[in-house]
């Protein structure tokens, strides 16, 4: 099967959070399947192309061309005068820059006829309806990483763009008076998915709809949630090349000389305590605040490592924090190969997002036999279950409620437990013994691919 994948950032060419492992991830498993996967993106990059990448013309002043990935291809979308910037995103043109690469992307996408196309989130929400209103039989299935972000712009983009106004409408891409590629999306695609199962009801109500749930609530019949996997090559703590030193399940001894490592790189004392972590983006989102509000009421003694950038007072408010208190690190700043040591290091991972539709962060943290502390919500909810101290099931220790004093219960109720040797060695093997590699999902969405596939073939005969 011909896949084409469209993403505004995959690993390793561009990154800024778990999309861009996704769609790497997700290539990667498919392309072992036998498959033949293209990942179009936009090239972030000012430098010129490597002779040895082929040239193709594009369409609207972006340009395309291929370069061979470990696997998969990568398909780059180079206009300098909408990618060639400092960040990813954060610009006031934003809506534009990704509603013109959408429109280049799907003609790319019809010269090249893939039998599926599959887009990923805001920044690729008008491909549906660009294959639509092109009448390519091409099927497409969109998947919602993240609804707060919607894509909104005025209608004039539409023109731009070449949509025609008879999709705005309420029915169509029309939003409050403006446009949004995310309704584009979830309206125009052939098959809709969330990255888990939770957030795909979640998203169907006012709490985490962010007031898109009736929209989604009148196209669930296209809906579904599948969980994310995390690239075991990766992230393998028997053989990650960069931590100080490898472990496995039936061998643990070097997680402990991981975690020595890291006391000393961060000058924290070498005593039997928890060391927490939080890694992640710093934003509402992810909880930030309401870690450094339950931090007072925790029971117990810890050392705290947080690694992360983001919002600006939250970062203030962190390294206040870290300098009142000798026990806490903050690191202000994005760092793959430090996320690394930490997740090999750490005895506890803290995630307590208000909402989160997937989440990595806890997967890869069970996966180096760090014990996660989450919020009950979405992805989260789907893979950690409670710590049960009478039957030694569960993963981690969740709480409900989106509050300081449910997460200082929470993570003292994981310190506590780490004073008992041997429970604590139950429910780390719980940890490492769960299976969140991406070949069951993988496989989840190639029957979709294929059931779209096998629709659009017949409607074409």
């Not at 509000?293 to 117990?300: H, K, M, T």
């Not at 206040?320 to 506890?348: C, F, G, Q, T």
């Not at 604590?424 to 059931?451: I, P, Q």
């Amino acid at each position: 099967m011909r896949i084409a994948l469209v993403s505004a950032e995959v690993w390793p060419l561009s990154k800024t959070g778990g999309l861009a492992d996704y769609v790497f991830s997700l290539s990667n498993a498919l392309a072992s399947l036998g498959h033949s996967v293209d990942v179009i993106t936009p090239d972030y990059s000012s430098k010129e192309s490597s002779p040895a990448v082929a040239q193709l013309n594009g369409t609207e002043g972006v340009t395309f061309s291929r370069q061979r990935m470990n696997g998969w291809t990568a398909v780059k979308a180079a206009s300098p005068a909408l990618f060639a910037r400092e960040k990813l995103y954060g610009y006031e043109d934003d809506y534009r820059r990704f509603a013109l690469f959408s429109k280049a992307a799907a003609s790319y996408i019809v010269s090249e006829g893939y039998d599926v196309v599959h887009c990923n989130d805001w920044p690729t929400g008008y491909i549906p309806l660009l294959l639509k209103q092109a009448k390519s039989s091409i099927p497409s299935l969109f998947t919602i990483h993240n609804m707060e972000f919607q894509g909104i712009s005025p209608p004039e983009l539409l023109d731009e763009i070449g949509i025609s106004r008879s999709h705005f409408h309420m029915g169509g891409v029309e939003y409050y008076g403006n446009v949004s590629s995310m309704k584009a999306g979830i309206v125009y695609s052939d098959a809709l998915v969330t990255v888990s199962p939770t957030y795909s009801r979640e998203i169907q109500t006012p709490e985490f709809g962010f007031g898109m749930d009736g929209i989604i609530r009148k196209h669930s019949s296209k809906l579904s949630g599948i969980l994310n996997g995390i690239d075991y090559k990766m992230w393998d703590p028997s053989g990650d090349a960069e931590i100080r030193a490898t472990f496995s399940s039936s061998s643990m001894g070097g997680k402990d000389m991981c975690k020595s490592f890291l006391q000393r790189e961060f000058s924290l004392p070498q005593v039997r305590r928890p060391l927490l972590a939080f890694i992640g983006r710093l934003w509402k989102q992810k909880g930030m605040d309401l870690l450094l509000d339950a931090l007072p009421s925790v029971r117990g003694s810890y050392q705290l490592i947080v690694l992360g950038t983001g919002d600006t007072e939250l970062m203030r408010r962190i390294e206040n924090v870290s300098s009142a208190n000798p026990a806490v690190r903050a690191i202000m700043r994005y760092d793959e190969k430090l996320a690394h040591r930490i997740y090999s290091a750490a005895d506890i991972f803290i995630m307590p997002s208000r909402f989160e539709p997937c989440g990595l962060g806890q997967m890869i943290s069970m996966r180096y036999g760090t014990v996660p502390v989450v919020r009950k919500t979405g992805g989260l909810a789907d893979t950690v279950h409670n710590f049960d101290r009478r039957t030694g099931e569960g993963e981690g220790f969740v709480f409900i409620d989106s509050s300081p004093q449910e997460l200082a219960d929470a993570i003292s109720a994981a310190i506590r437990t780490y004073s008992d040797r041997d429970r604590w060695k139950n429910l780390v093997g719980n940890c490492m013994n769960h299976d969140f590699s991406w070949e069951t999902s993988a496989g989840r969405y190639l029957s979709l691919y294929s059931s779209l596939a096998s629709v659009a073939s017949k409607l074409s005969e």
